[in-house]
């Protein structure tokens, strides 16, 4: 069974930094492009970031831009993304997605993981 597993949100103040987590299981997602995505209060869900396999690219929204770093271990089958200067306007669900036609059309969803940021 497929399964992605977000962790690492929280509550942190506004210029703080979090790293979050995705595990993938099930099958190794070392040849799919990995994303981001990110859901605020009362927002459609927006992407962050994408890599590609291997992580050869990298790509970001503006929003995010100079603050956001994404990368992946493929011996872990995980995928990171640091969160540096957060402001208020990154609170949201964060969630991690793949699958075979990424970054086009995203397959897998993970539950989500929550970021708060506080002014």
């Known amino acids: 069974q497929v399964q992605l597993v977000e962790s690492g949100g929280g509550l942190v103040q506004a210029g703080g930094s979090l790293r979050l987590s995705c595990a993938a299981s099930?099958?190794?997602?070392?040849?799919?492009?990995m994303g981001w995505f990110r859901q605020g209060p009362g927002k459609e869900r927006e992407f962050v970031s994408h890599?590609?396999?291997?992580?050869?690219?990298?790509y970001y929204a503006d929003s995010v831009k100079g603050r956001f770093t994404i990368s992946r271990d493929s011996a872990k089958n995980t995928v990171y993304l640091q969160m540096n200067s957060l402001k208020p306007g990154d609170t949201a669900v964060y969630y991690c997605?793949?699958?075979?036609?990424?970054?086009?059309?995203?397959?897998?969803w993970g539950q989500g993981t929550q970021v708060t940021v506080s002014s």
């Open positions: 997605a793949t699958g075979p036609r990424a970054p086009s059309d995203y397959t897998y």
């Open positions: 890599i590609s396999p291997y992580g050869s690219s990298r």
């Open positions: 099930g099958r190794s997602f070392n040849s799919y492009h």
